[in-house]
């Protein structure tokens, strides 16, 4: 299938979720018709039947509506019965779904007991050891046939018992047959995903789902993206799981599923979403809520088409632009602040040093905007403001229309360096088009006039592109939400998918009711959830489970103490090996059990030490990133 124009959704520009097949998991229905389902995963051993119970019991309570257990061992996949027995007798109906790494025999013994079975392609029938083969294409079809015979007794049961499954392709485990092949790309996790669903075709399934899960929100969208792409063009419509694995904790776990989910959900993708945070799991299930109730309440009107060329829905790079003001790729998107009344330049990250200069922390703003034109738009008042900030102020030396603004860089004001900063709504630009098209040095701050913000900034954006306009795009978003959590997950559903897709240039929150400390905390933490600007450590931390072989909660908040000042540093917080050094596939460290108390530290995906008491394991983190040159110390 050739990508050109490829379809992945119904309409770019009208947000229509895309009806799949239904899928009978008990008695929830997953795609056709059916509401977008909420899931989530006990953290207890399975083998411990009185707390998986409880956390069954206390997620279902919370509107859960799918809940999966780990199932690594055929002893674990048995005492499924006794937690469904137990699950039942307590009066709830909730679908329970196994969770199978490994072990096709307890995936067989588990799909006789729940309603639900998950497989993951990447390690069901293959054993990853990170090597590179080359395959002919009679020794390929061999390997698939050996994947077929290990497989087909499942699909057989699942036929037979009614039991539905999840072909569920991660990104860090994808096999050393699929990665030999096709290599690391979003296309090979979708041929690992269609391997077995072709399996299960041919021998008359269709009860399944896919997932195409990541931990890097750029390489999870696109995944997803080519895999409806593909069904659309062969005419299969099985149901979306959707998720960013691995996404942590807090407002960083809670922004990076939101960009990722978000951008899929606003598209029309997307039938059951799991938020996979490194919490209680219970906590999980009012962010999915939330982001849920976002999305269709911005499913309205259709915004105008253009010609979509120009777009490639499945790679990342940025539009091509004239640098405006230091505002335009390759510089990272720009993060615009506002000075309220009551606020000074420290809330924007700014502060004196020495009571003359000036210091800014890692997520000061960019540029700050202000109506008081007389404070920081005056030349005679520079040494007010930070110098290493651009000032937006109200006053317009434009003819445009009144209400523009004016964007000066101080310091380059008296050699005439200044550019012009347009700010108009989605409609407004249309109706000016061949105006804004003869200005040369200027930068665009577009605000959406409709409820379905990506899809309005998607067409604007695209608008300019067709007609070769290339000033510089910020995005300008607001909302009446008076919750910072709220905020941040509306906003990150939103923006997120315009910057996966290199869109834009910079981002502007606005808010009457949150602080601008929130608000450029929130704006830092979208673009380095789209990776396009890495302002703080990134913690690639998996949500806990059974397999988990330490407190993950307790243990990522104790790095996290320790490695928090390691700008741009990305490290990996794995409670098992089936999360290992795959999933955290583009960690600079990594923090993985491999036994009880036991700990293996990676180097990437190297081993570097293995079979550490937990208890020294985190100072011994430290003493691997001091050994490879990546350690800073903490600023006084």
Known sequence: MSLNNAKFCLDLFEPQRWQTREVNVGEVGIGGANPIRIQSMTTADTLNTEASVRECIA?????????????????????????????????FNTPLVADIHFTPNAAEIAARIVEKVRINPGNYADKKKFESHEYTDDAYRAELDRIREKFTPLVHICREEGTAMRIGTNHGSLSDRILSRYGDTAEGMVESAFEFARIARDEGYHNFVFSMKASNTQVM??????????????????????????????????????????????????????????????????????????????????????????????????????????????????????????ESFADLGYKRVDGENWASDDQAVDIVYTADSEVVTDAEHADQVPTSCAV??????????????????????????????????????????????????????????????????????????????????????STTSQNSDEFALEAAADVGGLFLDGLGDGLWLRSEHLPSATLRRIAFGILQAARLRITKTEYIACPSCGRTLFDLQETTAKIRAKTGHLKGLKIGVMGCIVNGPGEMADADYGYVGTGPGKITLYKGQEVVRKNIASAEAVDALEQLIREHGDWVEVEA
């Open 59 to 91: 997620l279902a309570e919370a509107g859960c509506e799918l809940i999966r257990l780990t199932a690594p061992s055929k002893k674990d996949a048995e005492n499924l019965r006794e937690i469904k027995r137990q699950f039942r007798a307590a009066g």
């Open 221 to 342: 969208v696109h995944a997803y993206r080519l895999l409806a792409a593909r069904m659309m063009d062969m005419g299969w419509d099985y149901p979306l799981h959707l998720g960013v694995t691995e996404a942590g904790d807090g407002e960083d776990g809670r922004i990076k599923s939101a960009v990722g989910i978000g951008a899929l959900l606003n598209d029309g993708l997307g039938d059951t979403i799991r938020v996979s945070l490194t919490e209680d799991a219970i906590r999980e299930i009012p962010v999915a809520q939330s982001l849920v109730r976002h999305i269709e309440k911005t499913r309205t009107q259709r915004v105008e088409e253009v010609d979509t060329e120009l777009y490639d829905p499945f790679g990342f790079s940025r539009r091509n632009v004239h640098l405006a003001a230091g505002i335009g790729a390759p510089i990272a998107p720009r993060v615009l602040g506002e000075l309220g009344a009551t």
């Open 392 to 477: 937006l102020s109200s006053r317009s030396d434009l003819n445009l229309r009144s209400g523009d603004l004016l964007l000066r860089k101080l310091g380059l004001e008296r050699a005439g360096n200044h550019a012009s900063a347009i700010r108009l709504t989605t409609s407004e630009l249309v109706e000016h088009l061949d105006e804004v098209t003869h200005i040369k040095n200027g930068v665009l701050i577009l605000r959406a006039d409709r409820a379905n913000y990506m899809q309005d900034m998607r067409a604007a954006v695209l608008l300019l592109s067709n007609r070769a306009i290339k000033l510089p795009v910020v995005f300008e978003w």
